[in-house]
């Protein structure tokens, strides 16, 4: 199976950055998408921002023009570069991806989750 674990999360104050972070591994034999959700207290999860092993990005309208995603695929790693960060960016950040690992078909896979708080 795949297992994607997340890291650099953590406390910013309002303007600042972070840069997630999210490695997949397992017997990975194609990747479809790799992206970000996240989900605030009391909210349902939403898209931050994907992308497309060609390159393509989609993002939600509330990042546009501050966050980055990025891949390097022949790590199966996925990047979020979070700039201008504003308070209501607070969120637990999850890493999205659909692969196919060897002898399977393609699957939606979640990370555990990764705090932002943005506060000062």
């Known amino acids: 199976q795949v297992q994607l674990v997340e890291s650099g999360g953590g406390l910013v104050q309002p303007g600042g950055s972070l840069r997630l972070s999210c490695a997949a591994s397992?017997?990975?034999?194609?990747?479809?998408?790799m992206g970000w959700y996240r989900q605030a207290p009391g909210k349902q999860r939403e898209l931050v921002a994907t992308i497309i092993g060609g390159g393509l990005t989609n993002y939600a309208d509330s990042v546009k023009g501050r966050f980055t995603i990025s891949q390097r695929n022949a790590e199966n790693t996925v990047y979020l570069q979070m700039n201008s960060l504003k308070p209501e960016d607070t969120a637990v950040y999850y890493c999205n991806a659909i692969m196919r690992a060897v002898g399977t078909g393609f699957v939606q896979y979640w990370g555990q989750g990764t705090q932002v708080t943005v506060s000062s």
């Open positions: 397992g017997k990975i034999s194609d990747t479809r998408t």
